[in-house]
């Protein structure tokens, strides 16, 4: 794996504990809108010192080829983290499969930069780690991230009932899948 990728407009860079402070501003910024589909963060998480243990976890994760994380900028303003994209749960043997997970900030919702970090990710998942199958679990009322998997071509396979427990309440999830051809 790679610590860089470029697509059109982004530059998707692994995990460094070097990018602390721009995490740390990227987290707290997006903090109300991450909050409503991920469990919510103790209040060190949002700092520096924290993002760089973090972000070093992240970076043992990767060598150790288990998990990894890459944070994107835009290639015209590569000083401000923009989103993040993972590839987690990677299994090899009879399963080969990996879950996809990313997030863009606010500020740059609805151009299709989600789109463009998940086709390059799964063009990742597929051809350079050699995987069978890419799934992701997104709660219904997610409609734009379900567009996002679906418009690369990630197909709905089941639906989990209290699948995950986000801010003290069981939430339900749509697990979708896309298979290497």
């Known amino acids: 794996?790679?610590?860089?990728?470029?697509?059109?407009?982004?530059?998707?860079?692994?995990?460094?504990?070097?990018?602390a402070r721009m995490t740390a501003a990227f987290f707290a910024e997006n903090r109300k809108i991450f909050e409503r589909y991920e469990e919510k963060r103790p209040e060190e998480f949002y700092l520096p010192e924290f993002q760089e243990i973090w972000l070093e976890i992240q970076q043992e994760k990767a060598k150790k080829k288990e998990w990894f994380t890459y944070y994107l900028f835009e290639k015209r303003k590569p000083g401000t983290v923009?989103?993040?994209?993972s590839l987690s749960q990677i299994q090899y043997?009879?399963?080969?499969?990996?879950?996809?997970g990313y997030r863009i900030s606010q500020s740059h919702q609805g151009l299709?930069?989600?789109?463009?970090a998940?086709?390059?990710?799964?063009?990742?998942?597929?051809?350079e780690l050699h995987l069978h199958r890419m799934e992701?679990?997104?709660?219904?009322?997610n409609q734009a991230?379900?567009?996002?998997?679906?418009k690369c071509g990630y197909e709905k396979e089941g639906y989990f009932r209290e699948y995950l427990r986000i801010n003290g309440k069981w939430?339900?999830?749509?697990?979708?899948?896309?298979i290497r051809t």
């Open 1 to 19: 794996m790679r610590k860089r990728y470029t697509t059109d407009r982004m530059i998707l860079r692994l995990a460094d504990p070097a990018f």
């Open 82 to 85: 923009i989103g993040t994209l």
């Open 93 to 100: 043997g009879s399963l080969c499969s990996g879950v996809i």
């Open 112 to 116: 299709g930069l989600g789109t463009e």
């Open 118 to 127: 998940v086709r390059e990710g799964t063009r990742i998942g597929f051809e």
């Open 136 to 141: 992701a679990d997104v709660m219904p009322d």
């Open 145 to 150: 991230s379900l567009r996002v998997l679906e």
């Open 171 to 178: 939430e339900d999830h749509i697990h979708l899948a896309a």
